[in-house]
Antibody
Framework: EVQLVESGGGLVQPGGSLRLSCAAS????????MSWVRQAPGRGLEWVSI???????YYADSVKGRFSISRHNSKNTLYLQMNNLRPQDTAVYYC?????????????WGQGTLVTVSS | SYVLTQPPSVSVAPGKTARISCGGN??????VHWYQQKPGQAPVLVIY???DRPSGIPERFSGSNSGNTATLTISRVEAGDEADYHC???????????FGGGTKLTVL
């Protein structure tokens, strides 16, 4: 059974850092396209970042230069390193798996982890 | 950057048909995916590649995509369909995913 479990969220001050983890089971993270998507309170979904099975990475303009997506193959885990956090980064962060290539739908999502940026 | 526009809300009586639009420049040339999200839960795929339904999604859910508008149609709406619905496309020139702002479906 495919499962994605996020962790690492919490309260952080503006300018601080946080690393989110997404532990996967039932499939191999490195063989799939994996994304991070966030949802600010009361708002819609916002795509944050994607890592290809071939290691290419891409970021939304709102986080480029501050966030970094990566994976640990032996731990079968996806990460999102978030630096220089801003109050507008406050959101529930989801990891999601693409069903196929880059343009394919997300077929599995984690339950989300809440990040709150506030002093 | 590519922009998707959804109406913030749609209301429909039980048993009637709900149509949720997703507008974008020449969106008909892209593949659109739709997700349903209930409060406190992760999104769930309801339509992929414009018209396909995942297993377990009722036939009442259907999709279309042409020109500058993609549409999610929910026939014979039930109280359990009340949720937020999000459209999604891949913007290949930028290698970015794009989501619409989401539409809250209210069943009257």
């Amino acid at each position: 059974e495919v499962q994605l479990v996020e962790s690492g969220g919490g309260l952080v001050q503006p300018g601080g850092s946080l690393r989110l983890s997404c532990a996967a089971s039932g499939f191999t993270v490195s063989s799939n396209y994996m994304s991070w998507v966030r949802q600010a309170p009361g708002r819609g979904l916002e795509w944050v970042s994607i890592i290809y099975s071939g290691d290419s990475t891409y970021y939304a303009d709102s986080v480029k230069g501050r966030f970094s997506i990566s994976r640990h193959n032996s731990k079968n885990t996806l990460y999102l390193q978030m630096n220089n956090l801003r109050p507008q980064d406050t959101a529930v962060y989801y990891c999601a798996r693409s069903a196929g290539g880059a343009a394919s739908n997300f077929d599995y999502w984690g339950q989300g982890t809440l990040v709150t940026v506030s002093s | 950057s590519y922009v998707l526009t959804q109406p913030p809300s749609v209301s429909v009586a039980p048993g009637k048909t709900a149509r949720i639009s997703c507008g974008g420049n020449n969106i008909g040339s892209k593949s659109v995916h739709w997700y349903q999200q209930k409060p406190g839960q992760a999104p769930v795929l309801v339509i992929y590649y414009d018209i396909d339904r995942p297993s377990g999604i009722p036939e009442r859910f259907s999709g279309s995509n042409s020109g500058n508008t993609a549409t999610l149609t929910i026939s014979r709406v039930e109280a359990g369909d009340e949720a937020d619905y999000h459209c999604q496309v891949w913007d290949s020139p930028s290698d970015h995913w794009v989501f619409g702002g989401g539409t809250k479906l209210t069943v009257l």
